[in-house]
């Protein structure tokens, strides 16, 4: 009998033993996850914090200014020119921004980039009329990222 009393210690040592360290596991787990939850935590908010940089050249703001001038005029005078209607037009910029990956950049924006396109394609505007018409020097550059996205895989 007292053979037996001797084994059913062990056993019961043992198994307090198991459940000590199944508790520290638990214990580490519990603090890892919490842990995780703190870094996701300061990432949202450094994500909200981040400060999006306006345009920062008043001759840049001028092409933006002038397409958000032409969408909410005469939606006609606008077909004349992009041809196509401003809803469809915004339609084919948000189409843009989800299947190529292409987004606007500090200093021109998507639709900037479209109108400059389509009025080049479209009514075989030159350059030099481009350039005044969105204040732009350098659309060539502009024109080349779209060239160049437009070969990226869509998604």
């Known amino acids: 009998f007292l053979g037996q009393q001797e084994t059913s210690d062990d056993k019961e040592r043992y198994m307090s033993h198991e459940d000590e360290e199944l508790d520290v596991h638990i214990t580490l787990l519990v603090l890892l996850i919490f842990r995780q939850l703190v870094c996701l935590k300061k990432r949202q908010r450094e994500r909200q914090l981040q400060i999006e940089h306006p345009i920062r050249r008043v001759i840049t703001r001028a092409g933006q200014d002038y397409i958000e001038s032409v969408l909410k005029e005469d939606p006609l005078h606008f077909r004349e020119l992009y041809r196509m209607y401003p809803d ?8 843009i921004r989800g299947k190529t990956g292409l987004t606007d950049t500090r200093y021109i924006s998507l639709e900037e980039m479209v109108a400059s ?15 005044d018409t969105f204040k732009r020097s350098k659309f060539a550059k502009f024109l080349q990222l779209k060239i160049n996205k437009e070969n990226m895989p869509i998604k």
Not at 88 to 95: A, E, V, Y
Request: positive net charge; glycine residues 4%; hydrophobic residues 50%.
């Open 88 to 95: 469809i037009f915004l339609k084919l910029c948000n189409l």
């Open 117 to 131: 396109f389509l009025l080049i394609v479209g009514q075989n505007a030159r350059y030099i009329y481009t350039r």
